[in-house]
């Protein structure tokens, strides 16, 4: 398969498809089509097909939009997804079964469990910076979670959204997985049906569009956004090892990425020495000519290059590496600039660009005291330290989507952590365990046989004071029995409560014949 040069505006569809479409996914989701666990684990193999046999032409799309080398691609778009689809694999009847939990002893002979309700319908808007792992990882984890599920992929990486529509239309079940493309006319269609979740990726300024739209009927969101992630650099640092993953973090994917360091606040004792080890490490990886580096990216459109070229352009920092751009080719070099005040035009705004702003501090407080100064939360803070007191030091006084300590970005790929948000930097949270319970909701079950009514006439009116009282030992004292007897004695006083409600109910039932 090969993304020929096309227009993408010929594959958005007229408000008539997407009302088919629409209708379509919602008969099914009425009918349960994909909610059978071995349907689900069906689906998800189909993915990984598409992971799996389609690279050539997944890489070619992503190399058309944004310049990504196949190494980039595999291990930035593809790894993620691939284990996520294999622990599925491995846990998805597990996850799916009723989770019991534990209760009181009024509930002692009661089933009480929680089950994973799918949420049905599922509307998943991807975003172009990692056009690929943006749209099909939420589209695992809603898989896993037994919905049907229409995708939006981003209409800014054209080539990636065409070859994800000719995709998943071979691979998947087009019942109940769906792509529709479009521009903003289309998406904002979208939102005005009625979803039962909507999963967004993308920034602040969609994204309560997209809020808005679903509050008219009360839908749940998973935004995944973005912000200004801090990141501090203290006096004790090894600055050749802090260097290398600060600008790796920073210069990957052209610094098209939500995780990435927006700006350093670096130690006075060590700015220098950091400063030149960041040129260092940006050469060695990129060489003296990055433009011709196959590895090295394109921003996404020239309205984002001219966006990131005027921020730098009205910096009043010292440019000590980069700065040159093309705009035809929509390239922007590798740029650090150091003594950057915070009033500075690269402090306005998410940069999410290939532009590394370096600023003096005086100590580890003053650092805090910058992050802390803006009441935007960001996705991730990130610090480098040899002193494990100064990262909990900012873990225990920040707060941020995640927290890392001498490297930046890789938490995104450890899937048995949470990926998400918090406040302006979104909302929700997936990856593994966490995308399958964003995708479903956790229904409480409790179920209770029609004896035991002795027991149960302790809440019936009139209810007397030392009935109340009862009731309230009972109710109150939750786990409080296991930790005064143990739990042995207390499954004896279980049964013993037990066998005293059946008995009391015999002796009513004979007391009425």
Known sequence: MTTETFNIEDLYPTDEQIQENYGRLKRNVKSQRAFPIAYRKEQLRQLGKIINNEKDALCEALSKDLHKGYSESLLMEFLTISNELLLFEARLDEWSKPEYVSKSLLYAMDDVHIVRDPYGMVLVVGAWNYPIHLILLPLAGAIAGGNCVLLKPSELAPHCAKVVTDLVTKYLDPECIVVLNGAAKETQ???????????????????????????EHLTPCTLELGGKNPTYVHSDVDVTVTAQRITWAKFVNV???????????????????????????????????????????????????NRITRMLDNTKGEVVLGGERDEDARYLAPTIVKDVKLDDSLLDGEIFGPVLPIIQVESHEDALEVMNKSDEKSLS???????????????????????????????GGCITLPFGGVG???QGSYHGRFSFDNFTHPKAVLLKSQGGEAMNSLRYPPVSRKSAERLYYLVSHRDGMGRMFGWAKTAILVSLIAAIAMLFDRIVLRSKL
């Open 189 to 215: 269609k979208m939102l005005e049906y009625q979803w039962d979740h909507i999963f967004y990726t993308g920034n602040n300024r969609v994204a309560k569009i997209v809020l808005k739209a679903a509050s």
């Open 255 to 305: 610094g098209q990425t939500c995780l990435a360091p927006d700006f350093v606040l670096c130690h006075r004792d060590k700015v220098d020495s950091f400063t030149e080890a960041c040129v260092t490490a940006v050469k060695k990886f990129y060489t003296d000519t990055p433009k011709t580096f196959a590895e090295y990216g394109r921003i996404v459109s020239k309205n984002h290059l």
């Open 381 to 411: 803070l990130y610090v480098f330290c040899k002193d494990k007191k100064i990262a909990e030091f900012f873990r225990d006084k920040t707060t941020s989507g995640s927290f890392v300590a001498n490297d930046a970005i890789v938490q």
């Open 424 to 426: 302006h930097s979104g």
